[in-house]
């Protein structure tokens, strides 16, 4: 151990000798998977902009298990990494892998989700957006939207145990707590895809009078509000207007569903969390600089009236 810190140590002296060297710096990213349209983002802006710095990017696709991305970090630490990088599917039971890169002098870095460890000097830095904020983003337009007419919502969460599925679960319900017509008459897992958000969404207007009973959707992400979209129409019903859909993310197929009538609200996020995390890593290896304990994100509200200048500037940007 004490031979490879001191290795560590070597290494990182001489890229902190100049910018240059840095070029040459490689990093593992333990990703969680392919799960939405918006993780699918995430992992190809990763690369153009691993590919821009001359940094080498190694993927590591967990197939949304953390006991993968455990395996990963391992690995990354084996093969000497200069920097890991973990997208964490659930928030918690980091603490051992972590401490294992640290003895290893290997900077972790976070991307899209938080992680709860009680040394928090186990990680460099989370680039994450404010998740309790875009569901109060979400709970505050429905709120607006509604105007004081009764409104019962279905919840479509995210995957089990995630940091941003707990968050935005707690700011859309702290904010829509505030309203005495809003109600969440039902809420479950529909785990960050389509095909579980069509299911779960279908068990939901059985239980509620064909859906007669549902006001509107709010969905963690928009993947699985395209599949409760797709539910709703099957039940005979109009998406965006008998049933309102409030979502999460911003990618081009929600703003495909405002153009033809069936989605009412996004919450932006920005696939491009590895560009910060790259900009803070360089930083730290040329200057020794200590990035932000967190770096956040924006969180915009966008309408339909913005779908169609949104589709185009994200075909510019290629996601
Ligand atoms: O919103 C969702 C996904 O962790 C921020 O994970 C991310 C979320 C994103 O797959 O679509």
Redesign the pocket.
Known sequence: MLKKLTLATAVSTILMSGSLMAASLTVGFSQIGS??G??AAETAVSKVEAEKRGVTLKISDAQQKQENQIKAVRSFIAQGVDAIFI?PVVQTGWGPVLEEAKDYGIPVFLL??GITVEDDSLYMTAVTADNVLEGAVAGKWLIDKVAGKPCNVVELQ?TVG?S?AIDRKKGFSDTVDTVDNIQIVRTQSGE?TRSKGKEVMESFIKAENNGKNICAVFAH?D?MAIGAIQAIKEAGLKPGSDILIVS??AVPDIFKAMMSGEANATVE?TPNMAGPALDALMAYKDKGTIPPKKIVTESNLYLPADAKSQLEMKKDLGY
Do not use: P, Y
């Open positions: 799960e939405s918006w993780r997208a899209d989700r995210g995630a941003v960050f992400n993947d999460i993310d996020l």
